[in-house]
């Protein structure tokens, strides 16, 4: 089975500044790979997916993340971050059980941007 | 136009009774999931419907049944409710049954049992 490890539970920055979420994943053969995003009292929005191709991957809201086999990771990275970015972020591996699909979350890291 | 929807959005009961969620998609989707969001934010996968059959159980205590009418619904029954059930349970939905998919997730039912 598959698992994902977000290094970060919390990572708070200042305004305007860059920041990089780390996810690291279990190795396989084809690895699917996703970053939600969850604003307070809120359901998940999907921010970015890797599938195959290039390993920079491009989001909405200004998110990329880039996908290195070799460190089995897929780290989520902003340039300068505002705050409306506040907001608990997922990465996620997607995995086929049973002919359906099933996603594997990290455990979540909270991103808190301060002024 | 709201794509996944869930009622209601909060849900306070006492232990031992029995309560329902409701989710609807008008995404026209086929396939679609319930989640467990517990305190510490993290997610995990409970059932998974493909065109009304069920083809994800995981582990999940057979106090909770989830019943899908059609397509577009997959409320989620729960019997003999304890403390442990309280969390947030997200209704998602996808296109297929694809790894390559997709899921947009509903607002979340918060349950508190008391």
């Known amino acids: 089975a598959q698992s994902v490890t977000q290094l970060d539970s919390q990572v708070p920055v200042f305004e305007e500044a860059p920041v990089e979420l780390r996810c690291n994943y279990s190795s396989s053969v084809s690895v699917y790979l996703f970053w939600y995003v969850q604003y307070p009292n809120q359901g998940l929005q999907l921010l970015l997916k890797?599938?195959?191709?290039?390993?920079l991957v491009k989001g909405i809201n200004g998110f990329e993340a880039e996908f290195n086999k070799s460190q089995t990771s897929f780290h989520l990275r902003k340039p300068s971050v505002h705050i409306s970015d506040t907001a608990e972020y997922f990465c996620?591996?997607?995995?086929?059980?049973?002919?359906?699909?099933?996603?594997?979350f990290g455990q979540g890291t909270r991103l808190t941007i301060n002024p | 136009d709201t794509a996944v929807s869930q009622t209601p959005k909060y849900l306070v009961t006492q232990m031992g009774n029995d309560k329902s969620i409701k989710c609807e998609q008008n995404l026209g989707h086929d396939t679609m999931y319930w989640y467990k969001q517990d305190s510490k934010k993290f997610l995990k996968i409970m059932f998974s419907y493909n065109n009304k059959e069920l083809i994800i159980n995981e582990t999940v205590p057979n106090r909770f049944s989830p019943k899908s009418p059609d397509k577009a619904h997959l409320n989620l029954h729960i019997n003999s409710l304890e403390l442990g059930d309280s969390a947030v349970y997200f209704c998602?939905?996808?296109?297929?049954?694809?790894?390559?998919?997709?899921?947009?997730f509903g607002p979340g039912t918060r349950l508190t049992v008391l």
């Open positions: 998602a939905s996808s296109q297929g049954t694809g790894p390559h998919n997709e899921q947009f």
């Open positions: 996620a591996v997607s995995e086929t059980i049973q002919g359906a699909q099933k996603l594997v």
């Open positions: 890797y599938l195959s191709g290039s390993t």
